[in-house]
């Protein structure tokens, strides 16, 4: 197939559909813009206008650009205006019935070379494409909001798709500027499936009482470098769009444990907390700004502190506590076995503080876990015993507040808060690959660009280290002896032959 695309038509006028109308016109591509409500394309033409003229404005691109660019956009009266279209991409409502509607009545009229493309973000284009005249013309083509800074589409063959078709698609994503990854016909495609990972498993940290939501979502931000915490995130999509699509993708993957959705926000969404869209979820809001913001807790300095008895996992974690600790002038307990009198302090993996103790014959009562799983930077996570004394626990946070770095105290856990939500994002994307739902660059560049991760998710394994996380994953499997953390098989190889998670063979 030797199809140029220079006249695409957008059927749809919503935000999804006019951020799409204004890459293509912006690429030189003539639009004919669609909706089926009486002028609504007309006033996604106007605001189209002056999104454009703001862009001037601000010196991002030039008044003869602009001004192209709206001439090459016309404003479809009715349906079969988009006849001559070399490609049409749907960006209508997410009902799979409409949706094939609209394709058998575009079919009546417009010839069998012209490309059908789906903006759906969680159906599946092999059902879309199902009662079509010709499915192998049809596509996923899914964009994310705000179209024009999201910089990544996804490109969706369905299983009688034309490879021809995702070349196509493929070509014309760089030439809008956009980075394309070609995912397979799966729920969720590859960035609402890799995303599960980290609202689902911060709901079961939530739930389990470990920590608070501003706990949590500090500790994700200021340890990982997530951009927003997972409650500020489900705030700011809405409980009545991310509680569907976890049920969605949950129920699509035959109750797949790793997919498990949460009772709390279900019940939230009962309520209708959900989120700034109703001034009332996780957490409570003002004009958008969050009303109730909990800082971390910080220590003094003692006048005396205990030694110190490092047990740890891996070589350098023991240095880097070793380093912290004596540039703090701190005693370090060196014997063999803890004085009677030390703090115990563990760095540990995948385990909570009673099982570190038990494994190494520790007394729990003056034993502090601290997490390292991306080393000593602004912010710490403690985990003390069940029964660790108060002044035990005081006296670690004080220690680790002593560069003014952020600490926050958390309750027991099988891994600690990060451990848990990275080791579940990165062993998801591992899954993913093992799959075959999508090569291991187009994962890694889909999640970064999609979702805004500082990297993308198997190679995030790769920098804090595979064998991290396959201990982390392997030890809260065999406490909790759930199996939404059984590592996978793609993890495990390459841990096993001392690979990176990147390896390709």
Not at 87 to 98: G, K, Q, R, S
Not at 142 to 161: C, D, Q, S
Not at 162 to 182: A, C, E, F, N
């Amino acid at each position: 197939m030797t199809i140029q695309i220079a006249t695409i038509g957008i059927i749809g006028s919503g935000i999804m559909g006019t951020g799409i109308t204004q890459i293509a016109l912006q690429s030189g591509h003539q639009v004919y813009l669609y909706d089926a409500k009486a002028g609504a394309a007309q006033i996604a033409s106007e605001k189209l206008q002056l999104t454009l003229q703001k862009l001037v404005e601000k010196n991002k691109i030039t008044t003869e650009s602009a001004q192209q660019a709206l001439a090459n956009l016309v404003v479809a009266q009715n349906l079969d205006d988009l006849k001559n279209c070399d490609l049409i991409i749907e960006a209508i409502v997410e009902n799979l019935t409409v949706k094939q509607e609209l394709i058998k009545q575009l079919e009546t009229f417009i010839p069998e070379t012209t490309i059908i493309a789906s903006n759906t973000s969680s159906l599946s284009i092999t059902a879309i494409a199902s009662q079509s005249q010709h499915p192998e013309r049809i596509a996923g083509y899914h964009f994310f909001n705000p179209v024009p800074l999201m910089k990544v589409i996804e490109v969706i063959p369905g299983i009688r798709t034309q490879p021809d078709i995702v070349r196509i698609l493929v070509d014309l994503s760089y030439k809008m500027g956009h980075r394309p990854v070609v995912a397979k016909d799966t729920p969720g495609f590859i960035i609402n499936h890799a995303g599960r990972a980290y609202g689902t498993e911060s709901l079961k940290i939530l739930n389990e009482n470990v920590a608070n939501i501003h706990e949590i979502d500090r500790i994700l931000k200021h340890t990982l470098g997530f951009k927003m915490g997972p409650f500020e995130l489900l705030d700011l999509t809405g409980l009545d769009v991310s509680h569907p699509v976890m049920e969605s993708v949950y129920e699509q993957y035959y109750q797949e444990p790793r997919y498990r959705p949460n009772v709390l926000t279900k019940q939230m969404l009962v309520a209708k907390q959900l989120g700034r869209k109703t001034d009332q979820g996780f957490y409570s809001y003002t004009a958008g700004q969050k009303r109730d913001e909990q800082l971390a807790v910080k220590v003094d300095k003692l006048s005396q502190y205990p030694a110190v008895w490092i047990a740890t996992d891996f070589t350098a974690d023991r240095e880097l506590l070793t380093h912290y600790l004596t540039t703090h002038q701190i005693e370090i307990d060196i014997q063999a076995s803890p004085a009677k009198d030390s703090l115990i302090l563990v760095a540990s993996y995948g385990e909570d503080t009673s099982s570190s103790t038990q494994r190494l014959n520790l007394d729990a009562t003056r034993t502090v876990s601290i997490d390292l799983i991306n080393g000593l930077n602004t912010h710490r996570t403690l985990m003390p015993s069940l029964i660790t004394q108060d002044k035990f626990s005081q006296a670690a946070h004080s220690i680790f507040n002593l560069d003014d770095g952020e600490v926050t105290q958390i309750q027991e856990s099988v891994g600690f808060v990060a451990q848990r939500v990275i080791a579940m994002v990165v062993n998801l994307a591992c899954d993913i690959a093992q799959q075959g739902v999508a090569t291991v660059d187009d994962i890694n560049a889909a999640v970064h660009l999609g979702l805004g991760y500082p990297h993308g998710p198997i190679s995030w394994g790769d920098v804090l280290g595979p064998a991290k996380v396959l201990l982390i994953l392997e030890r809260m499997t065999q406490i909790t002896a759930d199996p939404r953390y059984r590592p996978s098989p793609w993890l495990q190889r390459r841990v096993k032959l001392n690979q990176p998670l990147t390896f390709t063979a």
